[in-house]
Every structure is written in structure tokens, then in C-alpha cells.
């Protein structure tokens, strides 16, 4: 699939007068160095967020060691026999092991070895820019650059064709194990691939919703469908909110986004309860990660309690992981009472302390430390809670 897309795209450009033949050595750096790349990445991303991270960003970092840094002047072909398998195997390794936490030294590895090349060759060609002034007037360079960046650009729907794909093999295995009636099970994949079609946002929430709504029927595929559809409206045109019932859960979604904490949906959990959670940030230098992560829950409407926390994994902890900590939940205060940390609940976040703070007549805030029962390392919440807030006990589910 990837020989064919390159092939298309060549053909593209060749026609548009951007490739000929001179260009197949630059091609052919460009499918290894980093459409292979890309493919495993587009398969690993879990939605749109994570797919433009591996794609668009991740993807400049490669470019510019396979594409500038290479490109730009050409080496000798016996030092290009060895550096091809050599930058592959690396940039594989770096992208396999990113965010997986037991590959967290093996990653620090080959993104040094990443960067070190990167930065030899930058040497290397500026060096021989300098003794090549006519670069500058060399067309043929100047193809050169710009073909891995054609080539990239016109690999992107292919490579979210891939990532859809995937997406929908991932939620229809799950389909299948949620869902034990076959005529219900085949009405559920096809109704979900003609409603949601490349939109795997909502694909992911119908996913996510297999597990905690009653889906048996056609009619439970249909009220699950029409569920998450009415949500995406409300997101584009967000109610008006009365405060003094709570706050919105489309505006709590995008409090600590800046922080790259986000929320993809906010979904029904139990009875009325309805809550979302965030992606895991990863920080400190310590050989294993600490983990700061957010979520928040209401009602359908209104949102009334909202929790930062943070999981240290070593009692020798990072304290600039803690200071982190404190500016985020700095941060969701402000976003969601107007209110600021005053000295007293800042010492108390970096002291560790577990304490009650009255905020306003609305809200109130309970920071709460707690210690690892099997291991080392703790975990520190900081919980921002509305005076609506309820709390369900067993016997709401008699």
C-alpha cells in the first residue's frame, strides 16, 4: 500500500513537473526514512488529537534529518549504503518505543542517537554549503528539497485511510465481544461505519460507551448513535449555563488543553452520573515517569466536581513534577471559579498536606495526599468541588 501511494504521488508530481528521475535517490531516502515511519505511527495513534501529534509534528522532526540534512547535498554513495539502514532502524526505534514507559531508557537511546546524527550531518552540510556556493543557483537542489515535503503532504489521506481503518478494526472487535446478539452485532457495524464515517472521534466514544451503556438491540445501537451525535451538536453550539448549578462540561473540556491535557468526551457513566477523563502527561527526571492527569463529573448539563491529580512513582520524587502540579491546578482554579492559589494553598501543594479550602459560597476545594499501599511514590489530587456536587452511595442502585 505504501509502494502504491508513493508510486501515485510520483507520478503526481512528475506530472506537476516537481520530480524526474534525478529525484528517485531522494525518493527512495523518503520511503524509508519516513513513510515506513509514519505508517507505524498512523497505526498506534488512538484519535485525530494523537494523529496529527505522529503525523504532522513528529513527522518535521524527521524530515529535516532525512530531508534537509540529506538532501541537500548530495553524499557519497557508499556513505549513503550506510547511513540508510542505519537512520531507519533508529527512527523506527525511537517512534516504537515513544510513550511506552518499560522503553523509556531504550527511547532516550535512539532519540540521543536521532539527534547526534541530525546534528553531524547539519555540520556536515553547512560545511559543504559553504564550499558550494552555487547552491544557491542549483535548481536541481532545490527539487531536492522540496520532493520529501510533496511526497509527505500527498502521503497524509493515505495515511489516515490507515489510521481510520485500523480505528474501525479496533471498535468493531470490541463490538463483537460487547455485543452477543449477531444480527444486532452486524446492524451495529454497519449503522456506525455510515454514521460516523471518518469522523473517529465519534467512532472512539461509541467505543468507549460499549462498555458502559446497555447495547443488545438495534434500538440500543440506535439511542448509543443518536446519543453521541446530539453531544457533538451541543459541543459545536455549547448551551448557556446557569452557575449555580455548575459549570459546562464543554468549556471544563478545554481548561487545561494548553497543558496538553485533553478530554475527548464526556460521557454517561451510571444512573445520572456522567464524567471525562484525560490523557496521562508524563514529567520528571527520574527513571520512571510521574503522571499528572484530569477529569471532571456532573450531570448531563452541569459539571460539579473537577479533580487534577498527580501519581509520584518514587518516594525520591522530582520536585520540579510537583511545582508543575501546582501551576496546572493553578490554572483549572482560575479557568473554573476565577479565583488564584492564594501563599497558604500553594505551601500546602508543596508541602504535601491534605486540607479543606472554602473557595466561594459555590465552591470548595479538598487537596488530599495519599501513599502508595504496595510500593514506592504516592498520589496528590487536588479536587475542585461545586456545592451541588452529589456523591452516589450503593443505595442508589437498589
Not at 140 to 156: E, G, R, T
Not at 186 to 214: D, G, H, M, V
Not at 243 to 271: A, M, R, V, W
Not at 272 to 295: C, P, Q, V
Request: aromatic share 16%.
Amino acid at each position: 500500500m505504501l509502494l502504491l501511494n508513493t508510486i501515485i504521488s510520483v507520478y503526481i508530481l512528475k506530472k506537476s513537473g516537481f520530480w524526474d528521475y534525478g529525484q528517485f535517490r531522494n525518493t527512495i531516502w523518503w520511503f524509508f526514512g519516513v513513510g515506513f515511519v509514519n505508517i507505524f505511527r498512523a497505526v498506534e495513534s488512538r484519535d485525530i488529537e494523537s494523529f496529527k501529534e505522529n503525523i504532522i509534528k513528529d513527522n518535521l522532526k524527521i524530515l529535516l534529518v532525512v530531508e534537509f540534512f540529506i538532501n541537500v547535498y548530495t553524499l557519497s554513495f557508499i556513505l549513503e549504503l550506510i547511513l540508510l539502514p542505519i537512520l531507519f532502524l533508529v527512527i523506527l526505534f525511537a517512534s516504537f518505543t515513544d510513550g511506552k514507559e518499560e522503553y523509556k531508557e531504550v527511547n532516550i537511546l535512539f532519540t540521543t542517537l536521532q539527534s547526534i546524527i541530525g546534528f553531524i550531518l547539519l555540520i556536515y552540510s553547512t560545511c559543504s554549503l559553504f564550499n558550494n556556493l552555487d547552491f544557491f543557483h542549483n535548481f536541481q537542489i532545490y527539487q531536492n528539497f522540496w520532493n520529501p515535503i510533496f511526497l509527505s503532504l500527498l502521503s497524509i489521506p493515505f495515511l489516515y485511510i490507515i489510521f481510520t481503518y485500523t480505528s474501525y478494526e479496533t471498535t468493531f472487535s470490541i463490538m463483537s465481544i460487547m455485543i452477543k446478539d449477531e444480527e444486532a452485532l452486524s446492524y451495529a457495524k454497519r449503522t456506525s461505519a455510515y454514521k460516523f464515517k471518518f469522523n473517529i472521534n465519534e467512532l472512539n466514544r461509541f467505543k468507549k460507551l460499549l462498555s458502559t451503556q446497555p447495547c443488545k438491540t438495534k434500538h440500543d445501537v440506535d439511542s448509543l448513535i443518536k446519543l453521541i451525535k446530539e453531544q457533538s451538536n451541543k459541543q459545536k453550539s455549547p448551551p448557556n449555563i446557569d452557575t449555580s448549578k455548575g459549570l459546562s462540561p464543554f468549556q471544563c473540556i478545554d481548561y487545561l488543553k494548553e497543558y496538553g491535557l485533553n478530554l475527548p468526551s464526556y460521557d454517561p457513566l451510571y444512573l445520572e452520573k456522567w464524567r471525562a477523563s484525560s490523557n496521562i502527561l508524563k514529567t520528571g527526571k527520574n527513571a520512571i515517569y510521574d503522571y499528572i492527569s484530569y477529569a471532571f463529573e456532573g450531570s448531563e448539563n452541569y459539571v460539579t466536581f473537577l479533580s487534577l491529580s498527580i501519581r509520584v512513582n518514587s518516594d525520591e520524587y522530582d520536585i520540579g513534577s510537583l511545582k508543575l502540579f501546582k501551576e496546572i491546578a493553578g490554572t483549572l482554579l482560575n479557568k473554573s471559579t476565577q479565583t488564584d492559589l492564594n501563599n497558604e494553598m500553594e505551601d500546602c501543594i508543596i508541602n504535601l498536606n491534605s486540607d479543606v479550602f472554602e473557595v466561594n459560597q459555590l465552591f470548595s476545594i479538598i487537596v488530599n495526599y495519599k501513599k502508595h499501599t504496595q510500593g514506592e511514590g504516592f498520589k496528590y489530587t487536588f479536587d475542585i468541588v461545586h456545592k451541588t456536587h452529589r456523591t452516589y452511595t450503593a443505595n442508589d442502585f437498589i
